[in-house]
């Protein structure tokens, strides 16, 4: 979730703390002095624009390798957070057992093997439609999930009690096994487009996938192109305070960022053509980056 979180939060700091650093040099006539005595601005800001690079390159990785693999990590472990294990089972406690049953263990014996059945005296309940079943069994056990996302639980040397509720009909069956299976399942992680990599994104028809690549695809470039522009908006005369600077910036990363989140539904919602989708956030950012060097204000 950090991984997740850091490609907002880096972009974020440094485009504030650049403001502010700018800010406060030129504030206190620093920068001024470097000037006067034939340091060119273009000089000054050529690490910074470096710098830049840098944290866009940093971002890159974050959103292109970083995110998908973070989400996948996510996912696998929400769904083993949703499986049931006999390793897991406390004596005496109901679980919900794959939506379909609830079970109840007298006791659990932790020293049994791992294929072998741990849970002992165990009851369970299923409703389906008008009819409720009860089962007791000596034992049960539970199976890992397999490769084709079923899991298995299985009761041995038991009774199925099978109660009409419409009717008020009964029956009871005695059985020496009683295997319940799970619906084959889809993983979140393998089906979600936040864990697809790059190529397939781009490669898909369907227009949330769009949006994902195109989220991860504009993030860095944005990230550099917010530097550029906090670099010319740390640019304030001798003295001047730094304050409406930063709310400046402030406000403009609102709209930047909430602009990308409105971008990124529309192509979403197909209410906005993948081309150029988000895409047309860059030549906006250039246009401005071009505006503010053109700006006596800020020179």
């Known amino acids: ?46 690490p910074l624009i470096v710098l830049a690079a840098l944290i866009a390159l940093v971002v890159a990785g974050l959103s292109l390798g970083a995110r998908p693999w973070s989400y996948q990590l996510a996912y696998t472990l929400e769904e083993r957070m949703t499986e049931l294990s006999s390793d897991v089972l406390q004596s005496g406690t109901f679980y919900r057992w794959s939506d379909q049953l609830v079970l109840r263990a007298d006791a659990v014996d932790a020293t049994a093997p791992a294929e072998a059945p741990r849970l002992l005296r165990v009851c369970a309940a299923q409703r389906e439609g008008d009819s409720f079943r ?59 487009r936040r864990t697809q990599p790059l190529g397939k994104l781009l490669d898909s028809d369907l227009a949330k996938d769009r949006a994902e690549a195109q989220w991860r695809l504009t993030l860095p470039v944005v990230t550099f192109l917010i530097g550029m522009i906090a670099i010319r908006l740390g640019h304030v005369r001798p003295l001047q305070s730094t304050y409406d600077r930063l709310a400046l910036g402030i406000a403009m990363y609102d709209v930047i960022f909430n602009g990308v989140n409105l971008l990124t539904s529309a192509v979403e919602q197909e209410q906005l053509a993948s081309t150029p989708g988000l895409y047309l956030l860059v030549p906006l950012l250039i246009a401005f980056w071009f505006m503010l060097t053109r700006m006596s204000a800020f020179t």
């Open 1 to 46: 979730r950090d991984l997740i979180a850091l490609q907002v939060i880096l972009p974020s700091a440094f485009f504030l703390s650049m403001i502010m650093a700018q800010g406060a040099w030129h504030r206190d006539r620093e920068a001024y002095a470097c000037y006067a005595n034939g340091i060119a601005p273009e000089r000054v800001e050529r």
């Open 134 to 192: 009860i089962i007791r069994a000596a034992r049960a056990h539970i199976s890992a999930i397999g490769a084709d996302r079923r899991q298995t639980l299985e009761f041995q040397d038991g009774t199925l009690h099978e109660l009409g509720t419409a009717d008020g009909s009964r029956r009871v069956t005695a059985f020496a096994s009683l295997v319940y299976q799970t619906n084959p399942g889809e993983s979140r992680r393998a089906l979600h």
